[in-house]
């Protein structure tokens, strides 16, 4: 008998991960390349996607039924058949459907359950699904939102630093940026910055988060100031659900995942205003969501009978 098995794409910023699960939804092999994020690159982000997909349906004897990918940067790019018609045109034709990062990451966090889900790392955004329809908040990249991401603290952080720095006053986010830009004055630190791609600007949060924890203010007020504006993201999401409203939210990326800071007083935020709100960390396999996609929404690059 030929192996069944459908393929779950996670593409994000940094790097893509394509894992193969069989019918009864047990991993069967993964792969992964470089990033997947099409707003950025778009002929180098479908590259990576159908590069990790094909070196499973390479190693993997049996049949792939389907492949979904969850694609950052698709809410920016839009026309999602297109998208996975490109995709199924480099694959072998084989069915596909492309969503975005966050909603994959919606399916795979509430394993097919009605609820929300919160995505903070390099961007950020808010789903939420209630009978099958889907409320997304947020979301509008790195320069028309992405509140409580990576990218937004460090870039909050910056301005931080070169106000203190204009009116000379004292504020440790100056040293920290600096040492990180390799400069003497943090005015120099600019010119690196507008060099950088959001991956590599959204990894310096976690020295602002570091600096945050030992009790420096400055920073903190960093961290609070996004972690309230992703909350009011969450909150808009929440108000639109129809009554009875789910209240499981999961929340995945590497900012939720390893910022308590910021995540505690996201948390305290949206208790003031819905307080039977559930949180629950995801286990970040995103790729997983393809096992709770009832969508028939699979689109070939060319028309099969």
Same mark, same amino acid.
């Given at each position: 008998?030929?192996?069944?098995?459908?393929?779950?794409?996670?593409?994000?910023?940094? =790097?893509?991960? @394509?894992?193969?699960?069989?019918?009864?939804?047990?991993?069967?092999?993964?792969?992964?390349?470089?990033?997947?994020?099409?707003?950025?690159?778009?002929? =180098? &982000?479908?590259?990576?996607?159908?590069? @990790?997909?094909?070196?499973? %349906?390479?190693? %993997?004897?049996?049949?792939?039924?389907?492949?979904?990918?969850?694609?950052? &940067?698709?809410?920016?790019?839009?026309?999602?058949?297109?998208?996975?018609?490109?995709? /199924?045109?480099?694959? $072998?034709?084989?069915?596909? *459907?492309?969503?975005?990062?966050?909603?994959?990451?919606?399916?795979?966090?509430?394993?097919?359950?009605?609820?929300?889900?919160?995505?903070?790392?390099?961007? !950020?955004?808010?789903?939420?699904?209630?009978?099958?329809? %889907?409320?997304?908040? $947020?979301?509008?990249? /790195?320069?028309?939102?992405?509140?409580?991401?990576?990218?937004?603290?460090?870039?909050?952080?910056?301005? !931080?630093?070169?106000?203190?720095?204009?009116? *000379?006053?004292?504020? @440790?986010?100056?040293?920290?940026?600096?040492?990180?830009?390799?400069?003497?004055?943090? /005015?120099?630190?600019?010119?690196?910055?507008?060099?950088?791609?959001?991956?590599?600007?959204?990894?310096?949060?976690?020295?602002?988060?570091?600096?945050?924890?030992?009790?420096?203010?400055?920073?903190?007020?960093? %961290?609070?100031?996004?972690?309230?504006?992703? @909350?009011?993201?969450?909150?808009?999401?929440?108000?639109?659900?129809?009554?009875?409203?789910?209240? #499981?939210?999961?929340?995945?990326? !590497?900012?939720?995942?390893?910022?308590?800071?910021?995540?505690?007083?996201?948390? +305290?935020?949206?208790?003031?205003?819905?307080?039977?709100?559930?949180?629950?960390?995801?286990?970040?396999?995103?790729?997983?969501?393809?096992?709770? +996609?009832? !969508? #028939?929404?699979?689109?070939?690059?060319?028309? =099969?009978?």
């Amino acid at each position: 008998m030929t192996l069944k098995y459908q393929i779950g794409v996670d593409a994000g910023g940094t =790097h893509t991960t @394509a894992i193969a699960y069989d019918t009864a939804g047990r991993e069967l092999n993964r792969a992964e390349s470089g990033p997947g994020q099409i707003n950025a690159d778009y002929e =180098h &982000g479908i590259g990576n996607i159908a590069d @990790a997909i094909n070196e499973l %349906i390479n190693e %993997i004897d049996g049949d792939c039924m389907r492949v979904l990918c969850g694609i950052a &940067g698709l809410s920016v790019v839009g026309n999602a058949p297109l998208v996975a018609a490109t995709i /199924s045109s480099k694959i $072998g034709n084989l069915p596909t *459907r492309a969503i975005t990062d966050s909603l994959l990451a919606l399916y795979n966090g509430l394993k097919g359950e009605d609820g929300g889900l919160v995505i903070a790392g390099t961007g !950020s955004v808010f789903n939420g699904l209630q009978k099958g329809s %889907i409320i997304t908040t $947020g979301g509008y990249g /790195s320069l028309l939102g992405d509140e409580g991401s990576g990218y937004a603290i460090v870039v909050s952080a910056m301005k !931080s630093a070169l106000l203190s720095w204009d009116k *000379r006053e004292e504020n @440790a986010l100056i040293p920290l940026f600096n040492n990180l830009f390799k400069v003497d004055n943090i /005015s120099d630190a600019t010119a690196k910055f507008y060099k950088l791609v959001p991956a590599e600007v959204a990894a310096m949060a976690v020295n602002v988060a570091k600096l945050a924890d030992s009790g420096d203010k400055d920073a903190t007020a960093v %961290i609070h100031e996004q972690a309230l504006l992703l @909350a009011r993201d969450i909150i808009n999401g929440l108000d639109r659900y129809e009554k009875p409203k789910p209240m #499981k939210i999961a929340l995945t990326g !590497s900012v939720l995942a390893n910022n308590q800071m910021l995540r505690d007083f996201m948390i +305290d935020r949206i208790h003031t205003n819905y307080p039977e709100a559930e949180f629950s960390i995801s286990n970040g396999e995103n790729a997983r969501g393809v096992i709770y +996609d009832k !969508s #028939k929404d699979y689109r070939y690059f060319t028309n =099969h009978n």
